[in-house]
């Protein structure tokens, strides 16, 4: 496309139109988390309706988890093939097309009443969410400069964080006065259908086709060689998976991945059954205070992006290192609570290990994503490092719910520490690793 010339106020009009793109796409993406954070929400209440059906407590639990790792499992499968057809289909088509599927299953799940078509329907639900997240990478490689993505993908990761705890809480509100699991599933899908809307009349593609400049993309890029401007790739899928699979660090941030993937989902799909069993909340209270997790997680994202363009090259692996130190001590600590003690303080521990976490593992499948992937790569790149992690996040269903179930939530909380002090050897390597050159150290200015 040529682009065309324009006149003074061009970085007002610019400015306006990126910041209608991130509202579109945060607004979009926390849509997606209502389609998610339903069956967290609702897990109790399934568990209940299995268990009045003649299946035991543990057992239905057990069961649950089953479908939670299948649907996991499905989702990074997504993340390995779906997503990265955001980098050859363009960024709008895959997360509009992942709002479409989302809906549909999610209505499937809630017309569903045995264990085998819950498997199926979550399953179908969390393949076709998997496009979501690389076609908002796709579509913010192509509307910002590198030198702001840790700010603009803090602001979008946050959408994630802001759909999951208010899903908990609107959803958990609905329990509280009645409301079956049912219902929660076809209100989460209403509100998905309204993002639906909002994002394919308004969202578009790239600033180059409204006649802005092309986007610059981070020169430390694996495809810098081939001087990525952000234009289409050429060469096939092939073109653009070799560069990447041949990166050291990427792989080393594909682990991290697995790490922190496996953490979080734990916390997103148990902290309800948790809080409830554990603890010894009302279903309605532990579905509320379940959204102190990805609600200070928010303000974590915030802070962790801000901090990542202000640092340098390597600012994000120094956040990364400081997050996951805080989280792996909460962890511990949550290790030694016993059974009935302060909800105050398991809630409060709860926050601190999503203050920890939740901004450095906003970073792998976003900023970092862009800065190896640059405009050329980056939803192939997001596909690879979310898609590896969620490998780990399988875990988090079936054999977390058994760790649970067999030892207690103590040795469970123990086994997250271990997996978070690893991830602190990880972004310790990482950070030696990233000796970057001082003519790219020089390219990194203020946020555009």
Known sequence: MTVVAVDASAPRQLARRQATTVALLFLGYAGYYFCRANLSVGLPLIVDELRARGIDAGAARIAMGTVVSFGVFAYAVGKLTLAGIADFTGGKRSFVGGM???????LLFTASGTLPLFT???????????????????????????????????????????????????????????????????????????????????????????????????????????????????????A???????????????????????????????????????????????????????????????????????FGPRGRAVVMLAGLSIATVALIALGNVVQGASPAATVGLTGIVAMGLIGPYSCLAGAMAMDFGGARGGAVSSGLIDGVGYLGGVLAGDAMARISVAFGWQRAFMVLATVSFGAVLGAAILFRSQRTCQTHCSEYGSPR
Do not use: H
């Open 240 to 310: 653009v998976l070799r560069p990447l699979a041949s990166s050291p660090q990427l792989w080393l941030i594909c682990a991290l991945s697995l790490g922190t993937t496996l953490i979080r989902e734990t916390f997103n799909t148990w902290t309800p059954t948790y809080f409830s069993g554990f603890v010894g909340m009302s279903d309605a209270r532990s579905a509320f205070w379940s959204s102190v997790f990805p609600a200070v997680g928010a303000a974590s994202v915030l802070i962790t992006g801000w901090l990542s363009d202000r």
């Open 100 to 106: 479409i599927g989302a809906i549909a299953f999610t």
């Open 120 to 238: 199926i329907a979550w399953i179908g639900n969390r393949f076709v969410q998997s496009a979501g997240w690389a076609g908002l990478v796709k579509v913010a490689s192509r509307w910002f400069d590198f030198s702001s993505y840790g700010t603009v993908m803090a602001i979008l990761s946050v959408s994630y964080l802001v759909g999951d705890a208010a899903a908990r809480q609107i959803l958990g509100g609905m329990i509280a006065v009645g409301v079956g699991w049912r219902a929660l599933f076809v209100f989460a899908a209403a509100f998905l259908a309204a993002m639906l809307v909002l994002n394919a009349v308004f969202l578009r593609e790239s600033r180059a086709d409204l006649g802005f400049a092309r986007a610059r993309v981070n020169p430390i890029n694996v495809f810098r060689g081939g001087a990525d401007d952000g234009a289409e790739p050429g060469g096939g899928a092939l």
